[in-house]
């Protein structure tokens, strides 16, 4: 247990993030004055600051200051992001040598660093930003070199944005079961599933949700249907649904992507309703082609079923397929994920998205953790390394990425594709550029203003039955953004 202090509690979660990449899962509390263990600092006043961090723990102890300046009429917002960015550096020096640990990423705990980079350039230019990136938040030349190559192949794609577009996110919060390490709030379908509600409820969110859009004047730009898993819905099902998105937003003829993800939940039929309505991206997940991890993780396939999910999908047309995999699976080694990348080349998908396994405190694998064996952050790293020598021998590169908490080796997920085939939508989204109007149990809409510099999000209830009740409410709530 790690005891923090700061005299800037309104930052206190920032900094715990800070020691969070050094100090795994130990628990980190609240002190009441400076003698804890980990004490952080801000003063001054006007255009200055100055940081100081102090650790002292059973590791060593160690002190790093950080002075920045505030711009003259700078706003509240922008004071917020210098002043906090200052403790966090001292934080993650300090912190850097006590334990003697550089992570790859540097102090940079957020899951869009590309955005951060986008940013930088604007605000400062190229040298800059660069020398920011490396010098200031400690990234590595390798993961400097990433998100470069990344903003390079988004930029096309951002720059044919108008202020006017959105986005179409519609949520299908069911699965066939649940995998050990998901904590989304997805259910298991079964018989007592209440699906003719929640089809019923969906509809009408996105019927009042075209509307707004329609009133603000906004044009769709992608389409993505998500989950969970989306074709846990029958033919029928997927049918009516779509035909409904389709009828609301009139006139869309933009990128189609669904997530159809889990092969066993795939048919001819369900894939006949998305080729008859201009589904354009299909995702195809195997995760592993190791049928015994397959079944540790609680997938009920094989990796047969993934081929052949895959080829009949190729067969009925579907020419942007996507396929993910995770690096660092309970009892997968190096070997286990070159088995994997090998099947994928052989059916040579034109996007392949490389997950790193996260930790989610609310998953049965971190509440079982002691049963199941994990390999070492540096061997994750390796076939995390793996996943990209392999999408670069098919011709992929890499076009964007994000992060997340407790993720192995503090690395990231990376999406790969073919030139001419990224997903729109995924950049969109994780870059924070478009507008995205949601529907679904559990969705998040968000506006975007001020060229990007503000984000404002609408989330929907979680929970689907009390998403049922407030559809209408919570429609009122989106249009207040858009409107």
Not at 66 to 87: M, S
Not at 338 to 360: F, M, Q
Request: glycine share 8%.
């Amino acid at each position: 247990m790690i005891s923090l202090y700061t005299n800037k509690t309104e930052y206190i979660a920032d900094i715990a993030d800070e020691l969070r990449l050094f100090l795994a899962k130990e628990e980190i509390t609240e002190a009441e004055n400076a003698a804890a263990d980990v004490c952080v600092t801000l003063e001054g006043g006007g255009t200055e600051r100055h940081a100081r961090a102090q650790v002292n723990t059973e590791k060593g102890m160690a002190v790093y200051e950080w002075d920045c300046v505030i711009p003259q009429g700078a706003d509240a917002l922008e004071i917020k992001r210098r002043e906090k960015r200052a403790v966090k550096i001292a934080a993650f020096r300090a912190m850097a040598n006590v334990y003697g640990v550089m992570p790859p990423w540097g102090s940079l705990t957020g899951i869009r660093p590309t955005r951060l980079m986008r940013e930088l350039y604007m605000r400062h230019g190229e040298a800059e930003a660069i020398r920011m990136m490396r010098q200031d938040f400690d990234v590595s030349e390798e993961k400097l070199a990433l998100a470069k190559s990344i903003n390079a192949v988004q930029q096309p794609i951002l720059d044919s944005q108008t202020e006017k577009d959105a986005d179409i996110y519609i949520g299908i919060p069911f699965c066939a079961s649940r995998c050990l390490y998901c904590s989304f709030a997805s259910q298991v379908r079964t018989k007592k599933t209440d699906m003719a509600g929640y089809l019923a409820a969906l509809k009408k969110d996105i019927t009042l949700g075209s509307a707004i859009l329609k009133q603000a004047g906004r044009k769709i730009r992608a389409m993505y249907i998500g989950g969970g898993t989306p074709t846990v819905l029958t033919a029928e099902e997927l049918d009516g649904l779509i035909a409904h998105a389709l009828e609301a937003y009139a006139g869309f003829n933009g990128e189609f992507t669904v997530e159809a993800g889990r092969p066993d939940t795939i048919t001819k039929e369900k894939l006949g309703v998305l080729k008859k309505y201009g589904v354009s991206r299909l995702s195809v997940n195997p995760q592993t082609m190791n049928d015994a991890t397959l079944e540790l993780i609680g997938r009920s396939h094989k990796s047969a079923d993934i081929i052949a999910a895959f080829n009949m999908a190729r067969d009925m047309g579907f020419d942007n397929i996507n396929m993910d995999v995770i690096a660092g699976l309970p009892g997968e080694h190096a070997a286990d994920m070159e088995h994997t990348l090998d099947e994928i080349i052989k059916l040579s998908p034109e996007n392949l998205t490389v997950h790193t396994l996260a930790l989610k405190r609310s998953s049965r694998l971190v509440t079982e953790g002691e049963k199941y064996p994990m390999p070492e952050a540096e061997e994750v790293e390796h076939m995390a390394h793996m996943g990209s020598e392999a999408a670069a021998r098919l011709d992929m590169r890499p076009y964007y990425m994000y992060r997340q908490k407790y993720m192995s080796g503090n690395l990231e997920n990376v999406g790969y594709a073919k030139p001419g085939t990224e997903c729109v939508y995924n950049i969109d989204m994780m870059e924070d550029t478009t507008a995205i109007m949601s529907h679904g149990a559990g969705a998040m809409t968000k506006c975007v203003y001020d060229a990007a510099r503000r984000v404002e999000r609408v989330p929907a209830p979680k929970e689907i039955s009390t998403y049922i009740a407030k559809v209408e409410k919570l429609s009122g709530e989106k249009a207040r953004l858009f409107l």
